[in-house]
């Protein structure tokens, strides 16, 4: 559905992706993990032309999205929704109006089916009495959670999460991951996840890859990844007390 041909992008003097390959599957949840600085935010944008590969190409089915301008970039642009790392929830709207915002800038709908659309995406993640709120006056997690109201209010076929448990305490992570989840098994969106939380990346995906050196030292379903010799990836689930003797090699998660 989604896949990069050879890319490869220079930043700051260095190649931070060099002749990455690969595709996402429709109708998957892929998960990207890496240490900080190896690019792994970089590789989503790229798959909305945030930013242009330096070499190769990223396609989206038969259309190439690295090569794509005015209005096909826009037309591209609309199967996918973005939830930043950062929410990007505009303050001095409420919640509601924050969500209803991609409607009423990209669509032609009617007040009264923005409304129904707006109300369905926020029961969805469980936010439907916040709705008259301000982002100030809601947790970090709730903001999260109405960024991605707003990042499915216009029904993507595709969703891109940047870092979406970042800053959240455990509990309301897993809040998050069964968000991703649903939206995958119910809904049928396709799902591409950056995230540095092992137990988020190994329990929603279908498939994990770890960025190293600009290409991805594995690529692998979350048992075979949590069992790989990769020494890069060993180091990473140490760090976060994952072993070979996981959740994940005893029966567990995917």
């Known amino acids: 559905m989604i896949r990069f041909d050879n890319v490869t992008k220079r930043l700051g003097g260095r190649n931070v992706l060099d002749g990455l390959s690969f595709e996402v599957r429709k109708g998957e949840v892929f998960v990207i993990v890496g240490p900080s600085g190896t690019g792994k935010s970089v590789t989503l944008k790229h798959m909305v032309q945030l930013l242009?590969?330096?070499?190769g190409a990223v396609w989206l089915g038969d259309e190439c999205v690295s090569a794509a301008d005015g209005a096909a970039?826009?037309?591209?642009?609309?199967?996918?929704?973005?939830?930043?790392?950062?929410?990007?929830?505009?303050?001095?709207?409420?919640?509601?109006?924050n969500v209803a915002l991609p409607l009423q800038e990209k669509t032609d709908l009617p007040p009264d089916e923005i409304e129904k659309?707006?109300?369905?995406?926020l029961?969805?993640?469980?936010?439907?009495?916040?709705?008259g709120q301000l982002p100030s006056e809601i947790?970090?997690?709730?903001?999260?959670?109405?960024?991605?109201?707003?990042?499915?209010?216009?029904?993507?076929?595709?969703v891109l999460y940047d870092e979406?448990?970042?800053?959240?305490?455990?509990?309301?992570?897993?809040t998050i991951d069964r968000l991703i989840a649903h939206l995958n098994r119910d809904l049928g969106v396709?799902?591409?996840?950056?995230?540095?939380?092992?137990?988020?990346?190994?329990?929603?995906?279908h498939r994990v890859a770890m960025l190293h050196g600009g290409r991805f030292c594995e690529l692998a379903a979350p048992r075979d990844f949590a069992a790989s010799a990769c020494p890069e990836v060993q180091e990473f689930l140490e760090a976060q007390y994952i072993t070979g003797r996981s959740f994940w090699q005893e029966g567990g998660g995917r």
């Open 52 to 55: 242009r590969p330096t070499a």
């Open 73 to 97: 970039l826009e037309k591209l642009r609309e199967r996918f929704g973005y939830l930043f790392q950062s929410g990007a929830l505009l303050g001095w709207m409420t919640v509601a109006e």
């Open 117 to 121: 659309r707006v109300a369905e995406a």
């Open 123 to 131: 029961e969805m993640v469980g936010l439907a009495d916040a709705a």
């Open 139 to 158: 947790s970090g997690g709730m903001q999260k959670r109405a960024s991605l109201a707003r990042a499915i209010v216009r029904r993507p076929e595709i």
């Open 164 to 174: 979406p448990t970042t800053g959240l305490d455990p509990v309301t992570s897993r």
């Open 190 to 205: 396709t799902s591409v996840v950056v995230t540095h939380d092992m137990y988020s990346a190994l329990s929603i995906g």
